[in-house]
């Protein structure tokens, strides 16, 4: 405790702990920092600005008052395909064989069950007898009809549709990939980093990063603004950033295994042998390297974690 008081998050303790701060342990933060949260993470695709600053703010509250040393990370929203309104429901379940309408218009329609996607090129390139898969397997469709950039599909695996359910294309078992030209930093995001600076975040996680020069650009932009003491994690969570790994990690200050989004563009027996890679490449250009994303996710529901999670 005293160490974690002292040094958080640059201490000498080798594995540290990083934790995404929601709504449920807004209250939980003291404990957290005292049960050895090095980093508090805000995630920027979702809750408000006043929430983020609310959460940003406790946490330099328990530094400056209660000699914490917690870390503060923002994690941008980055551009990525996915449900952008599928009714408000917690969860909307495809069933076997049921008919789905993929769009990008705002519709009210009832049947076929019509999901509103988020960004109006998503059916671009995509073919019919194309697999459908949401959140890297939670459900899967088959494309069934193009209608203008519309998708009619048929639920070929049944599952659960969650709020901001992401989407991936699939064709002869390999990712269908496309360049939509996105930029890794959205006007949004740039104005989030903004929004960080002023709140005095320690580190900011890039989400999507494509290769080095992701992160080249925005060190650029902080030591213009004397601002080099931010830390930049860059996320791994997309095919093109496991081709430029190398280098992005020798740019980066450290590196996130963002396993979530990885195993949306990666088959899912594929993640523990890449996360191995990266860990390793990291440990060898001597980067910290941040393995995230449903560490213990049955205590979303369980208060203890299951025997796998602690293993
Ligand atoms: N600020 C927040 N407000 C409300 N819910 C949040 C907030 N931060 C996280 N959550 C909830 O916790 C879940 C896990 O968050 P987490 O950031 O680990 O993953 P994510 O939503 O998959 O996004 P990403 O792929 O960027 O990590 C989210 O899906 C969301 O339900
Ligand atoms: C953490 C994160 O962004 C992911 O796992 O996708």
């Known amino acids: 405790e005293a160490e974690l008081r002292e040094k958080g998050f640059m201490g000498m303790r080798k594995t540290k702990l990083v934790c995404t701060v929601g709504p449920?342990?807004?209250?939980?933060?003291?404990?957290?920092?005292?049960?050895?949260?090095?980093?508090?993470?805000?995630?920027l695709c979702h809750g408000g600005r006043d929430w983020h600053r609310a959460a940003m703010r406790e946490v330099r509250r328990l530094n400056d008052e209660?000699?914490?040393c917690v870390s503060l990370m923002v994690d941008t929203e980055g551009s990525q395909l996915l449900v952008a309104d599928h009714g408000g429901a917690a969860s909307v379940k495809a069933e076997d064989c049921s008919e789905w309408l993929f769009t990008s218009k705002k519709t009210d329609k009832a049947h076929p069950i019509t999901m509103h996607v988020n960004f109006d090129k998503f059916s671009e390139g995509i073919l019919v007898g194309d697999e459908l898969v949401i959140d890297g397997g939670m459900a899967t469709f088959?494309?069934?009809?193009?209608?203008g950039s519309d998708l009619r599909c048929k639920c070929t695996d049944p599952g659960l549709l969650l709020p901001r359910a992401k989407l991936s294309f699939w064709r002869d078992g390999k990712l269908v990939e496309r360049n939509f030209g996105l930029p890794t930093l959205s006007t949004k995001d740039w104005a989030d980093i903004?929004?960080?600076?002023?709140?005095?975040?320690?580190?900011?996680?890039?989400?999507?990063?494509?290769?080095?020069?992701?992160?080249?650009?925005?060190?650029?932009?902080?030591?213009r603004r004397s601002l080099e003491h931010i830390k930049i994690f860059a996320k791994i969570e997309s095919l093109e950033s496991l081709?430029?790994?190398?280098?992005?990690v020798e740019a980066s200050?450290?590196?996130?295994?963002?396993?979530?989004d990885l195993g949306v563009q990666v088959p899912l027996e594929q993640i523990p042998a890449i996360q191995e890679a990266i860990v390793e490449l990291c440990r060898n250009l001597n980067k910290p390297v941040i393995v995230a994303s449903q560490l213990l996710e049955s205590m979303v529901e369980y208060p203890t974690p299951t025997r796998a999670e602690v293993t």
């Open 243 to 248: 081709k430029n790994l190398k280098g992005i």
């Open 24 to 43: 449920a342990c807004m209250d939980a933060l003291p404990a957290l920092a005292r049960g050895g949260m090095g980093v508090a993470r805000v995630n």
């Open 142 to 147: 088959q494309v069934t009809e193009k209608i």
């Open 253 to 260: 200050d450290g590196v996130m295994v963002a396993r979530g």
């Open 194 to 223: 903004e929004f960080g600076i002023t709140e005095g975040v320690d580190c900011i996680a890039l989400s999507f990063v494509k290769d080095a020069n992701d992160i080249k650009s925005l060190k650029t932009y902080l030591s």
């Open 66 to 68: 209660e000699g914490f």
